[in-house]
Antibody, heavy 124, light 107 residues
Framework: QVQLVESGGGVLQPGRSLRLSCEVS????????MHWVRQAPGKGLEWVAV????????FYGDSVKGRFVISRDNSKNTMYLQMNSLRREDTAVYYC?????????????????WGQGTQVTVSS | DIQMTQSPSSLSASVGDGVTIACRAS??????LNWYQQKLGKAPKLLIY???TLQSGVPARFSGSGSGTDFTLTINGLQPEDFATYYC?????????FGQGTKVEVK
């Protein structure tokens, strides 16, 4: 079955760096655009970044632009999020998410599979 | 960026009640509107995509409607397992923005 497993979270001080990984199984990573979505404690869902199926198109949310880098290694079925210059407001659960697109009556795009999330806490 | 606004932010209901949650986009998004359910401590789960298509395995008491900028999620006959937070999301453009969430609580 489809599985997405995040790892790499932890507790660290402001200004430090961290790399999250998302290893997938049950499907080939190369066929899908992948996203990171985060959720701060007690808050809603915030979209972070997306990488296209082959890595050629990448976009970031304004709050992380210039500090975070999304990448993927399809041969390893793994996606990454390099988080630099971390701030207290980056404290959140980070979810790895698969986006599927399909044609029916019209084209659709939706987040159909989510990982369990990994906690990142930025605190001095 | 497209802003998504849900209402209400929370509601109280009883088992068996009908519940409606509204979602408004700041610009037209066609049919590119998805709904997710999140239970405490768990990852969100896709409920409805493309405004009204139920994800596989989702009970038929859930339904979605709307187009353009105004959308609704309806739960007919609330069940105990439906008490959760619901998010709308637009997939018309990047960034893929979410509504702020609607928490459905036990009355």
């Amino acid at each position: 079955q489809v599985q997405l497993v995040e790892s790499g979270g932890g507790v660290l001080q402001p200004g430090r760096s961290l790399r999250l990984s998302c290893e997938v199984s049950g499907f080939g990573l190369s066929g899908y655009a992948m996203h990171w979505v985060r959720q701060a404690p007690g808050k809603g869902l915030e979209w972070v970044a997306v990488i296209s199926f082959n890595g050629s198109n990448i976009f970031y949310g304004d709050s992380v632009k210039g500090r975070f880098v999304i990448s993927r290694d399809n041969s390893k079925n793994t996606m990454y999020l390099q988080m630099n210059s971390l701030r207290r407001e980056d404290t959140a659960v980070y979810y790895c998410v698969r986006e599927v697109g399909s044609w029916g009556t019209f084209y659709t795009r939706q987040f159909d599979s989510w990982g369990q999330g990994t906690q990142v806490t930025v605190s001095s | 960026d497209i802003q998504m606004t849900q209402s209400p932010s929370s509601l109280s209901a009883s088992v068996g009640d009908g519940v409606t949650i509204a979602c408004r986009a700041s610009q037209t998004i066609g049919h590119y509107l998805n709904w997710y359910q999140q239970k405490l401590g768990k990852a969100p789960k896709l409920l409805i995509y493309a405004t009204s298509t139920l994800q596989s395995g989702v009970p038929a008491r859930f339904s979605g409607s709307g187009s353009g900028t105004d959308f609704t999620l309806t739960i007919n006959g609330l069940q105990p397992e439906d008490f959760a937070t619901y998010y709308c999301q637009q997939s018309y453009s990047t960034p893929r923005t979410f509504g702020q969430g609607t928490k459905v609580e036990v009355k």
